[in-house]
């Protein structure tokens, strides 16, 4: 190398003071000018020296780079990505993006990972002026892998303060081809969640939450409730699977963004949406049962425009399974319809109309009866005629990057005629929502508001005499949620609802929701929330009675209120190729204060008052999923205190097991063959004589065969041990001319075989 003393000077200024780069750079440039003028000579000198400056400005500028993390799929931002960067970590933004300053010139990688996920290292060249945009590709069937929008912020489930559990595409197909006619079996099969039949005779059943009766559930259909009092009865029996993306189960009180009624918790049915790609999917089943299924779906988006449809049939004839000379399973006929038109007038605006038709007729009591053979000796029949008429209006648009807005409507006509050999009533219920609302998304934070109008009206038509006359439920309200990522892995949510009832005053319902996530494996929940109920004669009640049996709820009832606490830990262990394990324990507890209870006089007229004691449901939830070598194994176990403290004996919420475990078993042994089994103990229930009922065991499988992409065929069994309550003991008591049931404890249709073909192009 050529040196001489200018350039040794030069070069010791610029190593020894970087803070006087610039101007010891601009005097020396102008001195090259001035010597070169003159001595053309010295041109290779300055050349190298020039060099030299280059180098060295080189060495000692700085660069800022900048990352967005999106979905592969659908190109949604990512958040809470972890993004290591020369042993420097950090966490992307709401929006996907996350920022590296002052980085040296070169060659540095960069490693992206995040739950549900493949990790990805990236190789970066600085300088680099460009956003750097990296896709992250999701591993297949993991749960946390999935946006929900019951908590109204559409983010990722790891992420959510309100614990949500999702059953997603895969248990929707699954499910379709085990039980195509409705979703009460896979509702059950979590963990914390009983189904609970309440009618032996028509096959009505409930869903009861963390051991609270069937009326502190609230359901939903893409956000919007629709079955609740008269219109709740058969509303999840009507509900078949292939109609929906996915279930969304919240456990503990939700009422401060959907209102009342959300106790011990909720259940919000998401439908599915046209993709480009399309979906066109025919389902036929047949059981041992005599029930045979066919339901189709079809769907395709468009440019502007969109649709979708669902039509389904179910026909089932009545079974005596323990030939007691009545139907253990109704007659029953089902036709729904679910059309919906989806409009893209921009990219940024959605508008879905839809309508949804049920149609059914129930059937049951004296099968010789039902046989057409009616005599004096057999009369006793129960018929359900029911229809229900739904409307929907949804409009979703982004107002800005950061701003969207939400209006949703539905009307609902519910139509039910009860005829038996005593009794003949005809009732309507209206049922309507209206919603407006906005979330608003910023870096730390996002707000959802909105105001709500909902309200029902029962109204009794032409029919025999009954105590209760019409009337009607009207709310408005006001809701306000703030979510705050105060931390990067800290995010608390607060949310206040204030609520307007024209029968029961005003009503105030904060909530308040923590998540912690120590590291990768480990993260924590916390919430606390208020509730109320409002009183309806016409709710579900541990025991189905009579609608002639109902008196007016009494003017001097109070609603029910409530506050629930939920706690729960999660650790989460992936490795290998789809390896992971994930175990989460939560904790429970339900106050609920002025309880409704439901009296039995003597006369067999049932009334209605608050207790003056709460009723106190607590406990703990341990939830265990393992994938491993094509393996899936899935745990659960629950356990209940319910008590109606109230009461100086048998405190015990009826029919509410201590103890509940379950477990499933699944594998995929081929491409195309895949098995399961599934078990269940149900530990002992309190009856209201003070008595308990025995455990039991149920267990089911299935075996799966994929002919191709197209063709699916599927053999299943449920309770394969054939366990029945009426092998324990008489389902009723009396004659066979007038029957008086006992409550419902374990299965009565013993064991069903059933095959079924899917088609899918």
Known sequence: MIENEDTKIFSTSIHSNPQANKIAVNNEVNKLIFKLSFNFAA????????????????????????????????????????????????????????????????????????????????????????????????????????????????????NSPLKVEVLGKEEMDEENAIRPANIMSLIGDISGIQIQQSSAVSGNANVRIQGLEGRYTQVLRDGM??????????????????????????????STLYGGGAIGGLINLISKRPTVKGE??????????????????????????????????????????????????????????????????SQKTTIIAGYSGTFEKREGGDVFVLRGEKNSSHQYFENNKT?????????????????????????????????????????????YYTEASVLLSADKMDWVGGINFIGDEFRKKVSDPILLHDFDNR??????????????????????????????????LPRIALFHRFNEAWASRFGIGAGYKTPNALAPQNVEYDIEQLSPVDNKVKAEKSYGFNAEVNYKKEWGEG??????????????????????????????????????????????????????????????????KYLSQNKFVPLTPKNRFATVIAKEITEKLRAGLESSYTGRQHRMDATTTPGYLF???????????????????????????????????????????????????????????RLKK
Not at 280 to 302: F, G, H, P
Not at 316 to 344: C, G, M, W
Not at 582 to 602: K, Y
Not at 608 to 631: C, H, L, M, R
Request: charged share 20%; glycine share 6%; proline share 4%.
């Open 699 to 757: 267990v089911a499988a299935m075996i799966g065969y994929n002919f191709n992409s197209h063709i699916n065929l599927v053999l299943n069994c449920e309770n394969l041990l054939d366990y029945r309550q009426s092998k324990q003991e008489a389902l009723y008591e009396g004659s066979l001319l007038h029957p008086e049931f006992k409550p419902l404890w374990a299965p009565i249709d013993g064991r069903v075989l059933n095959l079924s073909l």
């Open 475 to 508: 709310t408005v309200g006001a809701f306000l949620q703030n979510t705050f990522r105060f931390k990067e892995n800290d995010i608390l949510e607060t949310g206040l609802r204030l609520d307007h009832h024209f029968n029961y005053g005003n009503f105030v």
């Open 280 to 345: 066109d999917i025919l389902t036929l089943n047949q059981t041992t049962l005599k029930e045979s299924d066919v339901n189709a779906y079809v769907s395709k988006r468009y440019k502007n425009i969109g649709y979708s449809f669902f039509g389904g049939y179910t026909r089932q004839n009545f079974a005596d399974v323990n030939h007691d000379e009545l139907s253990d399973v109704p007659k029953l006929n089902t036709f729904i319809i679910h059309p919906r038109l989806f409009f893209y007038p």
């Open 43 to 158: 041109m290779k000198k300055y050349v190298q020296l020039l060099g030299i400056m280059m180098i060295s400005l080189s060495a000692f500028s700085q660069n800022s780079l900048r990352i967005v993390v999106k979905d592969s799929i659908n190109g949604e931002p990512l958040s809470n990505v972890s993004v290591v960067l020369n042993r420097e970590g950090k966490a992307t933004g709401r929006d996907g993006l996350v920022v590296f300053p002052d980085l040296t010139s070169g060659n540095h990688d960069a490693v992206f990972s995040v739950v549900g996920y493949i990790s990805k290292t990236v190789s970066v060249q600085i300088p680099d002026t460009s956003v750097l945009i990296v896709l992250l590709q999701r591993r297949e069937a993991v749960l946390e892998d999935v946006t929900i929008s019951t908590t109204r912020t559409n983010q990722r489930i790891e």
């Open 387 to 431: 229809k229900r008429n739904t409307g929907e209006l949804i409009i979703e648009s982004n107002l800005s990057s950061r701003l969207k807005g939400t209006i949703k409507t539905s009307l609902s006509n519910f139509d039910r005629t009860i005829e038996t050999d005593t009794h003949f009533f005809h009732g309507q219920e209206l049922n």
């Open 579 to 644: 390896n992971s394990f994930f175990i989460n324990q939560a904790f429970f507890l339900t106050r609920l204060h002025s309880p409704v209870v439901a009296t039995e006089l003597p006369s067999g007229v049932v009334q209605f008052a608050n207790a003056d004691k709460p009723v106190i449901s607590k406990g703990f939830d341990t939830y265990v999923q393992w994938e491993v070598n094509d393996w899936e194994i899935y745990a659960g176990y629950t356990f209940t205190i319910a008590e109606r």
């Open 225 to 254: 409730p629709l079955f609740e009092g008269f219109s709740g009865n058969f509303g999840l029996l009507t509900i078949p699977p292939l109609d929906l993306k996915q279930i969304e189960l919240v456990k503990g009180s939700a």
